[in-house]
């Protein structure tokens, strides 16, 4: 299953659906596909470990995340907490990475000598606000035929973020860590990578773009 790419929603996905369906079913097993319409977000091209408390200690600081990129650490919280809170921070977009502290070199020997995240590796997953409400944020195909507001008390829009969030791998988290100036990070905002994390912003003028697709798929 994991030698070929099977992003959801893609004919990949669709291809490696059909093969487990018909492993089940020759194993007598009865199954069927049942293809559902979802919000699916893609990436289209390709620090910190931020809670809510930690946004607070930087405007504490003095360090304003408002109109800025934020590089976020995964870690202690669900990934889409983070987005959350740099969205209610004004940050314009996030970016998390893997820090080896917690997923790399830090732990112990990287793939494929070992379980440790690689360099390059990137961990995806739902940024969906699900301590607000849990499931399908369209509810597309809600069996009962209630919408979400009706469910959740909440539109679509607040249980997905409305800034543009992606991951990277801690290679690439490098040369922005490496661009950022300011004050020196509190310890408890520094990872394993041989650098002098800072608060930023950076030092010189950099050029980010952020960019993610979201669109209904029948997957």
């Known amino acids: 299953i994991t030698s070929k790419a099977h992003v959801a ?16 079913q ?4 009865d199954a069927i596909l ?20 930690d946004f607070a200690a930087l405007e ?55 379980p440790w995240r690689p360099p390059t590796s990137v961990q995806r997953g739902s940024i969906q606000f699900i301590s607000l409400c849990a499931g399908d944020p ?6 009962h035929g209630m919408d979400v507001e009706e469910l959740c008390g ?4 607040e249980l997905i973020p409305q800034i543009p969030v992606l991951p ?7 040369v922005f860590l490496e661009s950022l100036g300011g004050q020196e990070a509190p310890e408890h905002f520094r990872g394993a990578l041989n650098i002098t994390y ?13 960019k993610v697709e979201n669109r209904f798929q029948t997957s």
């Open 168 to 174: 990277i791998s801690y290679a690439d988290a490098l």
């Open 60 to 114: 504490a600081d003095g360090v304003s995340v408002w109109g800025k990129i934020v590089l976020m650490r995964y870690g202690k919280c669900f990934r889409g907490l983070k987005a959350m809170n740099a969205q209610k921070a004004g940050a314009l977009a996030a970016i998390i990475y893997s820090d080896p502290e917690q997923d790399g070199y830090a732990k112990g020997s990287v793939y494929p000598y070992g």
């Open 34 to 53: 049942d293809p559902q319409k979802v919000l699916l977000t893609y990436p289209v091209s390709s620090a910190l470990e931020l809670w809510e408390e």
């Open 9 to 24: 929603g893609t004919p990949g996905d669709l291809e490696m659906a059909e093969y487990v369906k018909s492993r089940f």
């Open 198 to 210: 800072r608060y930023g912003p950076t030092r010189d003028v950099y050029e980010v773009r952020v």
């Open 138 to 143: 369209t509810r597309a195909y809600s069996p």
């Open 26 to 29: 020759g194993e007598g097993i």
């Open 154 to 157: 909440l539109s679509s829009k």
